[in-house]
């Protein structure tokens, strides 16, 4: 599966699994989207939830797409990205989406108020001028 983004605001699927194995081969559309974010200059995949498609552009807004919640998109490429997210024999399982977020919200959080402890800290203390040259 491929995605692209334009700045016609849509996100656009591809199947990809036989292109190239021919010179007449290419990739086949599947769909596309608007984002509803403006015109999309990025498109990502999550690592760990093949299924979700992130996008973002000119509205200086993130969009996201959760490709399992359509069916046409479960038929055509769910036995293979059901099979990608296994792990493999000596590998770690797959990251858990959910935990690893709530760890990265977590994070955010922590680096703010350590932000705002240390600009509280900094807000009672006199700022001492250098001595004029004669």
């Given amino acids: 599966m491929l995605a692209t983004c334009a700045i016609d605001k849509t996100v656009a699927l591809w ?3 036989h292109a190239g194995s021919s010179p007449d081969s290419k990739p086949i559309p ?3 989207k608007d984002m509803n974010v403006g015109k999309l200059y990025s498109v990502a995949f999550y690592q760990s939830s093949p299924w979700l498609v992130g996008s973002g552009g000119s509205g200086n807004q993130l969009a996201l797409w959760n490709l399992e919640s359509e069916e046409v998109f479960r038929n055509r490429f769910g036995d293979r990205l059901d099979a990608s997210m296994q792990p493999k024999k000596g590998e770690e399982k797959a990251y858990d989406f959910e935990a690893m977020m709530t760890a990265t919200d977590q994070a955010a959080l ?3 108020d350590k932000a ?3 600009k509280k800290k900094g807000k009672g203390k006199s700022k001492k001028k250098a001595p004029k040259k004669k």
């Fill in 30 to 32: 599947c769909g596309n």
């Fill in 110 to 112: 922590e680096a703010k």
């Fill in 116 to 118: 705002e402890d240390k």
């Fill in 15 to 17: 199947d990809t699994q």
